[in-house]
């Protein structure tokens, strides 16, 4: 199966250590906007998703979100989070680790592209 996000092990392993400390949470791609665009971390209940957001899959158990128009200009692309020494984006949780997410993405093959799944709209969301 071809996956549309994936992440580095220094991302799962700073996932799983923000989860411990906030419970559930939940990646949203910037659009842009104050943080440029970067993955940023949120407490689930705490981000406000809705029918302009789409899921593109789960990394580390928590789900990837991005708008739908911003999807439109990476849908051809495979996402893949990882993380680097810095700040992060000014809300995302990672912000006082000292690293931060970022996405580095490299195009589909034209067989990996026709396998993909269709992505999941947020307001089918499960919670």
């Known amino acids: 199966m071809v996956n549309r996000v994936s992440a580095s092990p220094q991302a799962l392993e700073l996932i799983a250590t923000l989860k411990a400390q906030h419970g559930d949470v939940i990646f949203h791609?910037?659009?842009?906007?104050?943080d440029g665009s970067a993955p940023m971390l949120f407490p689930r209940n705490e981000f406000p998703l809705g029918g302009s957001d789409v899921k593109l899959g789960d990394i580390g158990g928590v789900p990837f979100y991005m708008s739908k128009s911003?999807?439109?200009?990476?849908?051809?692309?495979?996402?893949?989070?990882?993380?680097?020494k810095g700040n992060g984006g000014m809300f995302s949780l990672e912000?006082?680790?000292g690293m931060r997410f970022l996405t580095r993405s490299r195009l589909y093959s034209d067989e990996e592209f026709a396998a993909l799944l269709p992505v999941e709209n947020a307001d089918s969301r499960d919670y």
Do not use: K, M, N
């Open 29 to 34: 791609q910037s659009g842009g906007c104050c």
């Open 95 to 97: 912000r006082p680790s």
């Open 70 to 84: 911003q999807f439109a200009y990476w849908e051809h692309t495979h996402l893949t989070i990882d993380v680097v």
